[in-house]
């Protein structure tokens, strides 16, 4: 038996401005949730590869009173019927519910989502590919032992802009980049 484990096949995402159109009033109903282009055929590839895809992603809108859970529970309804059409799957979502005035340990830039991922899944997050495009993704990404990985849809081109990404940054395009990593990285020998 070998003494080292092989690192887990799983993608972290972000939700808003990487799998879906991000807006600055927040997306609060089904309605609202539109896939960028590519974006589900994407996860689908991921899925199909053999990885594990979770979301983790701040839904302070919940927090501020915007809109209930069981909007949410809509939100991501639509998501995964969409998704599953495309022939994908994603293992998980993980939320954090609160407002930025609250504190919590959740709320990304802080990485507590991703220790409750790693628990959850019971696997060590180093090294996992985590798909953000702001830079609060990436530095929650860093400080859980992912690899931050940038996409240039949603805020990703004015985060790649500003600059002060954290060492190891990945920067793609799109979704559909990533997913074309990710196959790489499974199968070199057809690419």
């Not at 055929?41 to 839904?59: D, K, L, S, W």
């Not at 979502?93 to 930025?100: D, G, Q, R």
């Amino acid at each position: 038996m070998p003494t080292s484990l092989a690192r887990p096949k799983l993608v972290i995402l972000d939700r808003d401005g990487v799998i879906n159109q991000d807006s600055p009033d927040f997306v609060k109903s089904p309605d609202e949730w539109i896939p960028l282009p590519g974006a589900l055929e994407a996860i689908a590839r991921m899925h199909q590869a053999g990885y594990r895809v979770v979301i983790a992603t701040n839904q302070s809108g919940l927090g501020r009173g915007l809109f209930d859970a069981a909007t949410l529970n809509a939100i991501h309804a639509k998501l995964k019927t969409k998704l599953a059409k495309a022939n994908g799957v994603v293992d998980a979502i993980f939320i954090c519910p609160h407002a930025p005035h609250e504190g919590c340990a959740c709320r990304k830039p802080l990485p507590g989502m991703y220790r409750s991922i790693a628990q959850r899944f019971e696997v060590d997050l180093q090294g996992v590919p985590s798909v953000g495009d702001s830079l609060r993704d990436l530095q929650a990404a860093a400080a859980a032992g992912c690899l931050p990985w940038l996409v240039l849809t949603g805020n990703g081109p004015k985060t790649l802009a500003k600059g002060g990404l954290p060492d190891g940054t990945v920067v793609w395009q799109d979704l559909a980049a990533v997913a074309e990593a990710l196959e790489v990285a499974v199968h070199p020998e057809e690419h």
